[in-house]
Structures are given as structure tokens and as C-alpha cells.
């Protein structure tokens, strides 16, 4: 079975430009997830829908941030505008559920520069 | 606040040996705690999961331990191999949240 599947893997883009990175979960599972990772704070969880509902959007850090996830198999992380401090990279994750000790399962990443 | 800690500097060990990564937290009450597995590049993989009713757990060459009580997990890897070597993670489902939070991980080098 395929796994999380993200696109682009790498991304480099100018300030002030939209970003948008896309994620299809793995087939059945209904919960996802959007992680970014940095070495200054490590992985951070930004935010996770539950059978394609946000359920929780507090890592979510400005208002130039925004996901959806118009179905079961698809997902988008947006930045707008985008600026150098939003370098990182970005993965997606995907699970059965939230149920509590579900395994969850990541994508290779979307390594984003803003230059 | 709620923290996960894990030792920042890197745990280089000869090949054959044991290594022992550490993981406390603070002002978390977890029914379970996992460990991941991240490979430069790459994103995290599931290695194990620890119940809170559970002492240890065991896979193979991994073992993890949990100790609610000083708010720490131990996880060890027997007889080390040079593809070993990779950051380790450990997470926490963050309380009043249903997702897991991830401690900063520890970067193990195992040298042949």
C-alpha cells in the first residue's frame, strides 16, 4: 500500500508568495495531520482533521496560515503571504482515528525555502 | 507548561554496545507514550508504543521502559549496529488534545 503521499518534496519560493503544499493520506485512514519541523523547535503540530473536519487549529501560527481537507484523500497546507521564518519542513501524517495509542503514520515531507 | 525532554547533545556509542536514550516529561498525564524513528530527510516511523499500565515493552533489540511515577521513559537498542544510527523521538498525546506531541529527539551515532 502507498503511503502518506506529499507534494512538492522541495520548495523554494520568493517572500511574499503563496505556497501551497498538498497531502493524500493513506487509503481508510480518517484522521490527519500537518507537522512542521525545524532545528530551533523541533516537530510541531500546526493542525488535525477528523473525518475532514479541523478539530484543532491552535498550532496554527498566523492568520497567513490555512489547511482544508475537502475529502477523504486530500489535504492542503497554505501559506499567504509566505516569509524566510516559514522555513521548514512541513509533513503531513496520517492515522485510524484518534483514537488513544493509534500509530500514526508520516509523509517524506515538503522541505519549503522562502528566499 | 507542558514539556517532553529529550538529551539534545548527540549519543555516540561503539557498535555492539547498548544505547539508552531518555524522554521526561512534565505536566502530562499520558495513557501511553511512543517512539519514533527519523532518518535524515525522511519523516518519523513508528517503532513502539508503552501503556501506562505497562513497565516495559519489548521488539527484537528494542526495549522501552515507563515510569509514571518520575515521568520518564528509558528506550534501549541491544547489541547497536551502525544502521542504528538516526534521531529518535519520543511523543506524548498532548492532554486536552487528541494528536501527539513530539519531544525534540536525541541523534544517535553508532560507530562501527
Known amino acids: 500500500d502507498a503511503g502518506v503521499i506529499q507534494s512538492p518534496r522541495h520548495e523554494v519560493t520568493e517572500m511574499g508568495q503563496e505556497v501551497t503544499l498538498r497531502c493524500k493520506p493513506i487509503?481508510?485512514?480518517?484522521?490527519l495531520f500537518w507537522y512542521r519541523q525545524t532545528m530551533m523547535r523541533g516537530l510541531e503540530l500546526l493542525i488535525y482533521?477528523?473525518?475532514?473536519?479541523?478539530?484543532?487549529d491552535s498550532g496554527m501560527p498566523e492568520d497567513r496560515f490555512s489547511a482544508k481537507m475537502p475529502n477523504a484523500s486530500f489535504s492542503t497546507l497554505k501559506i499567504q503571504p509566505s516569509e524566510p521564518r516559514d522555513s521548514a519542513v512541513y509533513f503531513c501524517a496520517s492515522s485510524f482515528g484518534l483514537i488513544s495509542g493509534n500509530t500514526i503514520y508520516f509523509g517524506e515531507g515538503s522541505w519549503l525555502t522562502v528566499v | 507548561s507542558q514539556k517532553i525532554e529529550q538529551n539534545s547533545e548527540a549519543l555516540n556509542i561503539q557498535e555492539g554496545k547498548t544505547a539508552t536514550l531518555t524522554c521526561n516529561y512534565t505536566n502530562y498525564s499520558p495513557a501511553y507514550l511512543q517512539w519514533y524513528r527519523q532518518d535524515p530527510g525522511r519523516g518519523p516511523v513508528f517503532l513502539l508504543l508503552?501503556?501506562?499500565?505497562?513497565k516495559e515493552k519489548r521488539k527484537e533489540r528494542l526495549k522501552v521502559t515507563f515510569d509514571t511515577t518520575l515521568k520518564q521513559s528509558l528506550f534501549h537498542i541491544t547489541a547497536s549496529q551502525p544502521a542504528d544510527s538516526a534521531t529518535y523521538l519520543c511523543a506524548l498525546r498532548d492532554t486536552g488534545r487528541r494528536a501527539l506531541t513530539f519531544g525534540s529527539g536525541t541523534r544517535l551515532q553508532v560507530q562501527p
Open positions: 508503552i501503556r501506562e499500565n505497562e
Open positions: 482533521f477528523n473525518n475532514n473536519v479541523p478539530i484543532d
Open positions: 487509503s481508510g485512514h480518517n484522521s
